[in-house]
């Protein structure tokens, strides 16, 4: 649709003339390109019979470059007389002129001036009129002025053949390029996924593949009772001081909890059971209640072995790619938010065998087969290992997650059988990211020191198989 004011510029000006207006004339009138006048047109008789227009094909006739210097310095002959005295010029130095060459032949043939090649000096060039009249240059500017219909065709032409003229709308006599029919089009403007959405597309395409079912991952705010208590993690715990948790302070505190189990999670971390001591520590409600962005994903995963025990139990495998949060300190590889990817399988009589082999076979699909594991300690896996990949920017090996087996502490008090073990496993996104391509600083991939133009050239990822 063309701009309502030149829509209402056109119908003014049609309005003060009588038969009709010619669409180059108001573009030089309105002073606007004249395709934008054709929109506008085109345009208005969308809108019913508003106008009627009807297309005509015209040549008219623009200076060239050199015809445009012609008719402000003069022509070429011209400036040749006028810059011979009255007492001659060397030829040789009338040619060492911009316009020498082409403007001695035409002063010649218009007899302006005459060679005397007896001279004793060499051939001497003179003056044969005290005047001359520049036509060439009249001719041009009345061109330039769009008065060019007051011009033979026979003028029109010599001043075409000397290149000073170009005649626009004679496309019968260029030669055009054929057209591929077989070449790309221009690539449209469209958004582009961020490289941490193309990888993320990418593991939970091999979670399916591997048999896995989606954990729901939309509460980032968390009670402390599902975040720690119920992973079996002391109140007293390092991870849940202020330095590594952001806590949120409206609302501060959750109340609805399962009664009966978070009787049970109070009792095995204060008293025991379940063939542990416990920690042996006066446990408060009010350190559960505390509300807080959730550092790991893992809190959605013992909401989901929760629910699991309190049906009759059937081997399930689980994942989550989320978002979490902790107050760590920015630095290559560090981010206070990050995603969390976790895998967790439950089943009759897993050992720590099983989760090595679906470790390695997890990571080969995403194309990591450099790995090393470093036992490691959790208070809700026992035992536990951490998960190394070598990177090839960095040029050393990286921690990209962390797994274990669940402890009987966690999973008794949830309901589950005994002899039901749960294995998992938690790695971040932004680190294999980085990896995959080649980005040694994560402040590179994610915050607002990213260059929007890596999001635009970063390719597909296809995780090597």
């Excluded at 035409?106 to 005397?116: F, G, T, V, Y």
């Excluded at 560090?334 to 995603?339: D, G, P, Q, S």
């Excluded at 496993?425 to 929007?452: A, D, F, Q």
Aim: charged share 25%.
């Amino acid at each position: 649709m063309a701009d309502t004011g030149l829509l209402e510029a056109l119908l003014r000006l049609l309005e003060k003339v009588d038969g009709g207006i010619d669409s180059q004339d108001v573009a030089a009138d309105l002073g606007v390109d004249h395709q934008l006048i054709v929109g506008a047109v085109k345009s208005l008789q969308a809108l019913g019979e508003v106008i009627s227009a009807e297309q005509k094909s015209s040549k008219r006739w623009e200076l060239t470059g050199e015809g445009r210097e012609i008719a402000e310095q003069g022509s070429h002959e011209a400036r040749v007389f006028n810059a011979i005295p009255d007492e001659g010029l060397p030829q040789n130095e009338l040619m060492k002129m911009p316009s020498g060459k082409v403007g001695f032949s035409k002063a010649m043939s218009n007899k302006w001036i005459r060679l005397d090649k007896a001279h004793e000096g060499g051939p001497r060039v003179f003056k044969t009129v005290e005047t001359i009249e520049d036509t060439v240059r009249d001719k041009l500017q009345l061109v330039q002025k769009g008065l060019s219909a007051k011009l033979e065709d026979k003028e029109k032409n010599e001043l075409k053949k000397r290149k000073l003229l170009s005649e626009v709308g004679s496309w019968k006599e260029k030669k055009f390029k054929p057209y591929n029919f077989e070449a790309m089009g221009v690539a449209a403007d469209c958004g582009h996924l961020h490289p941490l959405m193309k990888v993320r597309t990418q593991f939970r395409q091999i979670f399916l593949e591997m048999g896995f079912t989606e954990m729901p991952t939309n509460n980032f705010i968390e009670s402390s009772f599902w975040n720690f208590d119920s992973l079996f993690q002391p109140q007293q715990h390092p991870a849940r001081d202020q330095h590594d948790t952001f806590f949120i302070s409206d609302p501060a505190l959750a109340h609805e909890f399962p009664q009966d189990y978070l009787e049970r999670v109070k009792q095995v971390h204060s008293e025991g059971g379940y063939g542990s001591q416990g920690y042996k520590y006066d446990w408060k409600i009010e350190e559960a209640q505390k509300n807080l962005l959730r550092t790991h994903t893992t809190a959605v995963s013992a909401r989901m072995l929760y629910k699991l025990a309190q049906q009759k139990f059937t081997p399930v495998k689980y994942f989550s790619i989320d978002r979490v949060f902790r107050n760590e300190t920015l630095d290559a590889t560090h981010l206070a938010e990050f995603h969390q990817i976790e895998g967790v399988v439950a089943d009759y009589g897993l050992t720590l065998g099983n989760l090595m082999g679906i470790l390695h076979q997890f990571f080969t699909k995403l194309g990591i087969t450099k790995l090393r594991f470093k036992p490691a300690y959790n208070p809700y896996t026992e035992p536990s290992m951490e998960v190394f990949s070598y990177h090839e920017g960095l040029k050393k090996w990286v921690e990209v997650g962390n797994s274990g087996v669940f402890r009987p502490e966690m999973l008794l008090p949830m309901g589950l059988p005994e002899g039901v073990s749960v294995i998992a496993w938690g790695l971040s996104l932004e680190r294999p990211t980085m990896i995959k391509y080649g980005i040694n600083n994560i402040r590179e991939l994610v915050g607002h020191k990213v260059n929007l133009q890596m999001v635009y050239d970063s390719p597909i990822c296809r995780l090597d198989s």
